[in-house]
């Protein structure tokens, strides 16, 4: 079953529950005082880019992380998040997360790669490391409220920061010919959001967020997509456990002196974490 399959199952089953459970009396508001929320996401991310030239009016070689440059990319990964909510009915609401994720290589290249100024060619030997580091804050209203549902729009930022760097080394000529580049990029960017909650039987609760992020003009432009859907079962009143799906979709442009050029990466993958609510 491939990413959009999984999101949309997901998504479908819970609604069906949803549906007939709102006549049932319920113990498990869908949007809590307080909450603190820990656990792990099995990461799948693919990473493209093109790093072009800072002179001249070349492009770089379009090149994607982990088939042409052999990074592994795909790891178990912590996930962390925490908010609050007030007013009537926990109608507003506060929250901030934070995922990562980070790959390594250490490969014989296939191919000839143009890489910022330099060529990365093909048989040398290469190794490379990349970290991605997501941030987000955002406010929710959930202007329609019932007993056993909630849905709302917010707002919100989230930042980017990424790290890699390349080197290689390659015989040419009977010469040992060595490259390396670097690059570090910090970005917030705005956000509009749709989520949705809600309880059903005793003990169980689904929630999803729909998220789109898009940053015009400047230095640095671009979108992206995020969702994120899950169920959590309650086994205590103040404590949850969570199976979910994290699915995010980044593109950026950059023209910037140290870095011209764009950046695509997609993150998906189930989330398993435990929450302490009140």
Known sequence: MNVKSSVLAVSAAAALVCVPALSQAQSIAPVDSFFV????YKANND???????SHGNGHGSRISLEKDLGFDLDATEPFFSIGGSFGSHN????????????????YSLPDTYQIGNDDYVEGAKF???VDVDIIGVSYSWF??????????????????????????SALVNQNVKAVSDSV??????PEIHAEYACSFARRWRFSAELSYIKKPGGSISGDAVDFNAKITYFPLRHLGVALGYIYNDLDLDFDKSRFNGDLDIKTHGPQLTATYRF
């Open 143 to 168: 202007f329609h409220r019932r007993r056993h549902s909630a849905f709302g729009i917010g707002l919100g930022a989230i930042r980017y920061d990424i790290t890699a760097s390349f080197a290689a």
């Open 47 to 53: 990473i493209d880019m093109r790093w072009n030239p």
């Open 37 to 40: 929320t820990a656990g792990v």
């Open 127 to 129: 190794r490379g490391d």
């Open 184 to 189: 570090s990029e910090k970005a917030w960017v």
């Open 91 to 106: 109608q507003h609401q506060i929250k901030a997360f934070r995922y990562s994720h980070d790959g390594k290589s250490s």
